[in-house]
């Protein structure tokens, strides 16, 4: 599984994305794939997605529709991209049901990311899109402070004291960035990874 690591607190938030994932061919054998898994939803929101490759087109799907939309606001993008992206995963699942019997490697889920200028005192948001209940439906919840796939507890730990402290979002960023570079070394992270964060001023991509 590709490593996906996001934090916020009241100054931002950043996202971390592993650009690797996995494919069946026709034989059955896996193909690497290079994806880039963070993209900008609308001026102030970004989608992370997390799991089968096929996730990166319901993502960009969903991009197509929110721009129709003219939507903003993280409160009213998750909502409308919660049941998108819920019908586009019952969609792609009830096809690949015809073709192979479901397999981790079909799994997708998402994390949303955004502010809004509803509530001053929380402006950006983290939620988590996955399939909660069972397949292939998905459901929302709110990430507090930090959270990753694979799970990193420890660093979840550390990120989330941090993000409670009210420190600058350049310190959640560096933080982040010294965890992959961590992961890298001990072998966990094999791909590119892509990363991003979330201002008042706007989406900002932090890639060279």
Same mark, same amino acid.
């Given at each position: 599984?590709?490593?996906?690591?996001?934090?916020?607190? %009241?100054?931002?938030?950043?996202?971390?994305?592993?650009? %690797?994932?996995?494919?069946?061919?026709?034989?059955?054998?896996?193909?690497?794939?290079?994806?880039?898994?963070? =993209?900008? #939803?609308?001026?102030?929101?970004?989608?992370?997605?997390?799991?089968?490759? $096929?996730?990166?087109?319901?993502?960009?799907?969903?991009?197509?529709?929110?721009?129709? $939309?003219?939507?903003?606001?993280?409160?009213?993008?998750?909502?409308?991209?919660?049941?998108?992206?819920?019908?586009?995963?019952? %969609?792609?699942?009830?096809?690949?049901? $015809?073709?192979?019997?479901?397999?981790?490697?079909?799994?997708?889920?998402?994390?949303l990311a955004g502010r809004t200028t509803k509530e001053a005192d929380e402006p950006f948001r983290l939620y988590y899109l996955w399939t909660k209940k069972k397949l292939p439906q998905l459901d929302g919840d709110e990430i507090s402070h930090a959270f990753s796939l694979p799970r990193r507890m420890g660093l979840e730990f550390q990120l989330n004291k941090m993000a409670k402290e009210g420190?600058?979002?350049?310190?959640?960023?560096?933080?982040?960035?010294?965890?992959?570079?961590?992961? %890298?070394?001990?072998? $966990?992270? #094999?791909?590119?990874?892509? =990363?991003?964060?979330?201002?008042?001023?706007?989406?900002?991509?932090?890639?060279?």
């Amino acid at each position: 599984m590709s490593q996906i690591i996001v934090a916020k607190n %009241r100054n931002g938030i950043v996202l971390a994305a592993e650009n %690797r994932g996995v494919q069946l061919d026709p034989e059955g054998h896996e193909i690497s794939l290079h994806l880039e898994r963070i =993209f900008p #939803l609308a001026s102030h929101g970004a989608l992370v997605v997390a799991g089968a490759a $096929e996730g990166v087109e319901m993502g960009m799907a969903l991009n197509r529709f929110l721009q129709g $939309e003219g939507l903003h606001d993280i409160l009213d993008l998750y909502g409308a991209s919660l049941a998108f992206l819920s019908t586009e995963y019952e %969609r792609f699942m009830r096809k690949k049901c $015809e073709l192979l019997p479901i397999d981790p490697i079909h799994h997708v889920s998402f994390v949303l990311a955004g502010r809004t200028t509803k509530e001053a005192d929380e402006p950006f948001r983290l939620y988590y899109l996955w399939t909660k209940k069972k397949l292939p439906q998905l459901d929302g919840d709110e990430i507090s402070h930090a959270f990753s796939l694979p799970r990193r507890m420890g660093l979840e730990f550390q990120l989330n004291k941090m993000a409670k402290e009210g420190v600058p979002l350049e310190r959640l960023i560096e933080k982040t960035r010294e965890a992959v570079d961590r992961l %890298r070394t001990q072998g $966990e992270i #094999l791909g590119t990874v892509s =990363f991003a964060a979330i201002r008042h001023e706007g989406y900002q991509s932090l890639n060279p």
